[in-house]
């Protein structure tokens, strides 16, 4: 019903910035939060950002004042802009997107994922 496909991963030296995105597709009556998400490997994924339709975001600690979250309503978009990157900053970024559609004339909500994006910082 509904895709979510990341883009803009890579590798990159300390200190550099990586702008990710997410687009999300299908049938789609309206978008609620969306965040980012990483995981390291041999660690649980965390949360990384998230941000309402409304424009409210929230952090984890370890970014604050490094990445920005911002999305596009319109186009059913969310992007994270990553500056000053550490290598601790180096995962899998996965898009997360908690989606309201239609199936006929039922509403459902449901919670979607996209395949997920590497990301890798080089000291």
């Known amino acids: 019903q509904v895709q979510l496909v990341e883009s803009g991963g890579g590798l990159v030296q300390a200190g550099g910035s990586l702008r990710l995105s997410c687009a999300a597709s299908g049938s789609i009556f309206s978008i609620n939060s969306m965040g980012w998400y990483r995981q390291a490997p041999g660690k649980q994924r965390e949360l990384v950002a998230t941000?309402?339709?409304?424009?409210?975001?929230n952090y984890v600690d370890s970014v604050k004042g490094r990445f920005t979250i911002s999305r596009d309503n319109a186009k059913n978009m969310v992007f994270l802009q990553m500056d000053s990157l550490k290598p601790e900053d180096t995962a899998v970024y996965y898009c997360?997107?908690?989606?309201?559609?239609?199936?006929?004339?039922?509403?459902?909500?449901?919670?979607?994922w996209g395949q997920g994006t590497q990301v890798t910082v080089s000291s």
């Open positions: 997360n997107a908690d989606v309201t559609y239609y199936s006929g004339y039922l509403g459902y909500r449901d919670g979607y």
């Open positions: 941000i309402t339709s409304g424009g409210s975001t």
